[in-house]
């Protein structure tokens, strides 16, 4: 059974840190595009960041610098280290997978090439 599980939401300060992790099981994980989404109240589902491998890896412009997504293939899991939180990055955070992408880029702007999600995670930045 293909699955993906997140973990490490929470509530936090302003300028916190946060990692969330997200457990693949039931494909295979080295060959799989993957990525974070988010989804605020009354807002879009948007792209965050997005990795095939830990060179092949995409950030969103308005969160670069302060996101950084990693894979680590030996743990099937994928991370979102999120740094300098702000009250905007409130939202759930989900994971997603794909078999490929023709690129990062491209995927992280179409979340409906995405076959496979997980239930989400909370994340909540106090104003």
């Known amino acids: 059974q293909v699955r993906l599980v997140e973990s490490g939401g929470g509530s936090g300060q302003p300028g916190g840190s946060l990692r969330l992790s997200c457990f693949g099981s039931?494909?295979?994980?080295?060959?799989?595009?993957m990525a974070w989404f988010r989804q605020a109240p009354g807002k879009e589902r948007e792209g965050v960041a997005g990795?095939?491998?830990?060179?092949?890896?995409v950030v969103a412009d308005s969160l670069e610098g302060r996101f950084t997504i990693s894979k680590d293939h030996g743990k099937n899991t994928l991370y979102l280290q999120m740094n300098t939180l702000k009250p905007d990055d409130t939202a759930m955070y989900y994971c997603?997978?794909?078999?490929?992408?023709?690129?990062?880029?491209?995927?992280?702007?179409?979340?409906?090439?995405?076959?496979?999600w997980g239930q989400g995670t909370q994340v909540t930045v106090f104003s």
């Open positions: 039931g494909f295979t994980y080295r060959r799989a595009y």
């Open positions: 997603a997978a794909t078999p490929s992408a023709p690129s990062p880029q491209w995927a992280l702007s179409r979340p409906v090439v995405f076959a496979v």
């Open positions: 990795a095939n491998d830990e060179r092949d890896v």
